[in-house]
C-alpha cells in the first residue's frame, strides 16, 4: 500500500503544526515565491496532498493551476488567523470543478 506524501505551504507560524504529522514544511513570504515553490513541488511529482493556507491559495497563477489540474494532487486550503475573506473557498471549488468536473463545495443541488 502506498504511504500518502504531504506537504503544507503558507506563513510558517500557521502550517508548522503540521509538520508534527510528517509534511514537508514549505513557508513562503509572499505570491511570488509561493507560486515558485508550488511550481516546483508540482513538477516533482512527490506529494499527493497540498495544504495551503488561505493568503497563499488565491494567489495561485495560471500556470500552478494548470498543473494541479493535470496532476490531480488533494489540496486542501486552511484559514490563517486573519479574518477569513471566503476567497479561497471559491479558489478551491474552482480547482475541484476543473479536477473532478462537478463543484463539490457548492451548497446548490446539482451544481456544476
Known sequence: MKKIKGCAIGERDIIRIF????????PVD???SFNQELNILLKSQQFDMFIITET???E???ENTL??????PVVLTIPTNQESTHNA???LSD?????VGIDLLSSEKGAV
Request: hydrophobic share 50%; proline share 0%.
Open 19 to 26: 509538520g508534527a504529522y510528517a509534511f514537508d514544511l514549505h
Open 30 to 32: 509572499d505570491a511570488g
Open 56 to 58: 497563499f491559495i488565491v
Open 60 to 62: 495561485m497563477n495560471k
Open 67 to 72: 498543473l494541479v489540474q493535470e496532476k490531480k
Open 89 to 91: 473557498r471559491g479558489a
Open 95 to 99: 480547482l475541484i470543478r476543473k479536477a
